[in-house]
């Protein structure tokens, strides 16, 4: 069978029309560029915002006469909103104007005229972001063996691979294959240690470069989020793409995070970098879990001496000096190097060793923030009593 080009996807796609719109969703310049892997197509449409509900069917026709090329296997379409300019021929309503944004970190609905609620995900208790300024921090290492501490800690635990361009669970986790789709348009996650897992190296082969725009990312994400069957979690562990850009952005204006771990070496080139992500984080009202140092020390596991390759406690130093949590060190061992490596992380691979108890710990005082927060909600919540 040949293979099918994103040429032939775009023709097909020539015979959607929304309603009120004056013309194609292709020549009306509402499809973002077309990819194609394994068979499967991703692309997104972009919409004025005010009328995402009303255009759902448009985008399930678009997914619809996709799936219908021989050769397709599977499409992936999502909505993106855009309020900076409607497109030519499709109609937009204004909005009402709304009110100031309340003050806080809530998910809350908020009162009419406010911004809306964030839509969390169906039976996931909380979600985490794990982020860096920069990349070659260890940010997914710190990821993998942060959730598998959850686990280890008693609870039921999801791996979200949000990093796009480079996505790193397939490896860390030793996962291969592909994910079956089940009823609906729900996908089912990939599964190792225990652990639920998506990401979007389980769709596109490694050697495959995504180039891909911003509206793009943004839909891949909420569709990995939100079309996937994740069942009942306590918590989901989403492993950021390094610095702030769209992808950062989307997780952070879109899902009800219920906190972020930043993940930093000690020296201050890092620190800078590190700073960025903060910053971005309080901005939109996500609160700041901590801190973690990651290549905290070096061993030298052949005399026993103590190395300060990237100097020490410059993470320490900064969670107290703007007030977050300092959640613990990760020394630099060969051991995580080489399971990392092996996919056979070492949370799992060495449950009682040291490295694992730093992680466990590490896990302990996130989840306990997590839990206090929750309670203080349940606590705020009026009760209402009819005599």
Known sequence: MPEVTKEVVLEKLRTVRGPGMEGNIVDLGLVSDVFISDGKAYFSITVPAERAKELEPMRAAAERVVRDIPGITAAMVALTADRKAAPAGAPVQRPQPSAAPHAGHSHAPRPAGGPPAKAGIPGVGAIIAVASGKGGVGKSTTSVNLALALKANGLKVGLLDADIYGPSMPRLLKISGRPQQIEGRLIRPMENYGLKVMSMGFLVDEEVAMIWRGPMIQSA?????????????????????????????????????????????????????????????????????????????????????????????????????????????????MGIRETSDAGTPLVASDPSGEIARVYREIATKVWDQISAAQQDKSRAAPTIVFE
């Open 221 to 333: 994400l909420l569709q990995m989020l939100r079309e996937v069957a994740w069942g009942d979690l306590d918590v989901l562990v989403v492993d950021m793409p390094p610095g702030t850009g769209d992808a950062q952005l989307t997780m952070a204006q879109q899902v009800p995070l219920a906190g972020a771990v930043i993940v930093s070496t000690p020296q201050d080139l890092a620190l800078i970098d590190a700073r960025k992500g903060l910053a971005m984080f309080r901005k939109v009202e996500v609160p700041v879990l901590g801190i973690v140092e990651n290549m905290s020390y070096f061993i030298a596991p052949d005399t026993g001496k103590r190395y300060d390759i990237f100097g020490h406690g410059g993470a320490r130093k900064e969670a107290e000096r703007i007030g977050v949590p300092f959640l613990g060190e990760v020394p630099l061992t």
